[in-house]
């Protein structure tokens, strides 16, 4: 089922603001060089939640710091609702998850081009 135009809208605005949100927020918790990016936000129809894909460079600290975004989705969504007072009547519910399709799409061309070979290598089939 396609998004509405509601749905688009209001995705690309919790998008925009996450953004600003998590790095600053990286920023001051002294995560310096990190790099946190918000890949995807989809609402669902009664718009009531938004799932949130995130992608985070080094990919090593990516576990870490979604499970410490998880336990500040409170004040996450606080800020977020001050933010978009005016556009949005009610903040949805936030979920987070990692966006690993970077590393998916990664894995593909690499055994595309031949770098990963199972033949030679058992350990990649797992």
């Known amino acids: ?9 209001i995705a690309s605005v919790l998008q925009r603001d ?3 949100v998590l ?15 918000v890949t995807k936000v989809k609402v669902t129809v009664d718009l ?3 799932k949130v894909y995130l ?17 500040n989705t409170p004040a996450i969504r606080h800020e977020l609702a001050q ?8 903040m949805p519910t ?5 966006d690993d399709s970077l590393e998916y799409i ?6 595309l081009k031949g770098l990963d070979n199972p033949i030679d290598n058992p350990d990649l089939l797992d």
């Open 23 to 37: 790095q600053r927020a990286a920023t001051q918790g002294g995560l310096q060089g990190v790099l946190i990016s």
């Open 83 to 90: 933010r978009t007072k005016n556009q949005l009547r009610r």
């Open 55 to 71: 992608s985070i460079f080094p990919n090593q600290k990516a576990p870490e710091l979604v499970e410490g975004i998880k336990a």
């Open 1 to 9: 089922m396609e998004e509405s135009q509601r749905q688009k809208k």
């Open 106 to 111: 990664d894995g593909i061309e690499r055994s």
């Open 48 to 50: 009531s939640v938004a």
């Open 94 to 98: 936030l979920e987070f998850f990692i």
């Open 18 to 20: 996450l953004v600003d």
